[in-house]
């Protein structure tokens, strides 16, 4: 599988996340306030949650439903109920587009 072309810069606003499917994968994707662009998991590990209908703090995205924060850089919950990770996915930008491969997920530490 290769990166696809999921959305382009111009279509996020900081601080708010966007849900968007690749080969029905359902992924969260954020520009947060440093200007980097994340992606995660879109479902919540806790219940079967959009987290980008969530919250985003700092470098976290809350789900609206139980207050379950899950690291954009980690996928971990920083907070119960929930206690399982999210997949994290590798970001490309290229000039103007954001691509991702839902095949490639960053290692969790
Ligand atoms: S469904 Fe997300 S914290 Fe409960």
Not at 49 to 67: K, N, Q, R, T, Y
Not at 78 to 102: H, S
Request: aromatic fraction near 4%; proline fraction near 5%; hydrophobic fraction near 40%.
């Amino acid at each position: 599988m290769t990166a696809q072309k999921v959305l382009q810069l111009s279509d996020l606003t900081q601080d708010t996340a966007v849900r968007v499917e690749v080969d029905g994968v359902a992924i969260a994707v954020v520009l947060d306030g440093q200007g980097e662009v994340h992606a995660i998991g879109d479902t919540c590990t806790h219940g079967d949650i959009s987290l980008a209908d969530g919250f985003v703090e700092g470098d976290s995205l809350e789900c609206w439903a139980h207050g379950s924060a899950f690291s954009l850089r980690t996928g971990r919950p920083l907070n119960l109920p929930a206690y399982e990770p999210v997949p994290v996915y590798e970001v490309t930008i290229d000039g103007d587009d954001i691509l991702i491969d839902p095949a490639v997920t960053k290692a969790v530490n």
